[in-house]
């Protein structure tokens, strides 16, 4: 199993950037397709977006895309996530996830998950 630490989370007005990062440990993350998500309070956990290898191909949901990236170093054994022109709605823990099989948009196919780190966006 890989283990996964999520750390960036922070205050920010709408409109700024914050980057998350998804430290992996246990195994190297080149071999997982791996996934981000957020829940907010009283909701299901979304999905954000994925990659499904370093550099390959990336899934976005509609609310963020344009907005968020996904992207991962593999020396460093990180994912990423660059969220660009925060909205007040994206105020949620966020997730980071490895994936085992299934579908990329459901938090099911994943089999490892961090703590969270906490988003929050003002008006």
């Known amino acids: 199993q890989v283990q996964l630490v999520e750390s960036g989370g922070g205050l920010v007005q709408a409109g700024g950037s914050l980057r998350l990062s998804c430290a992996a440990s246990g195994r190297a993350l080149s071999g997982y397709a791996m996934g981000w998500f957020r829940q907010a309070p009283g909701k299901e956990r979304d999905f954000v977006a994925a990659e499904v290898w370093s550099g390959g191909s990336t899934y976005s949901a509609l609310s963020v895309k344009g907005r968020f990236t996904i992207s991962r170093d593999t020396a460093k054994n990180t994912v990423y996530l660059q969220m660009n022109n925060l909205k007040p709605e994206d105020t949620a823990i966020y997730y980071c996830?490895?994936?085992?099989?299934?579908?990329?948009?459901?938090?099911?196919?994943?089999?490892?998950w961090g703590q969270g780190t906490q988003v929050t966006v003002s008006s």
């Open positions: 996830a490895a994936r085992s099989s299934g579908s990329y948009y459901s938090p099911g196919a994943y089999h490892s």
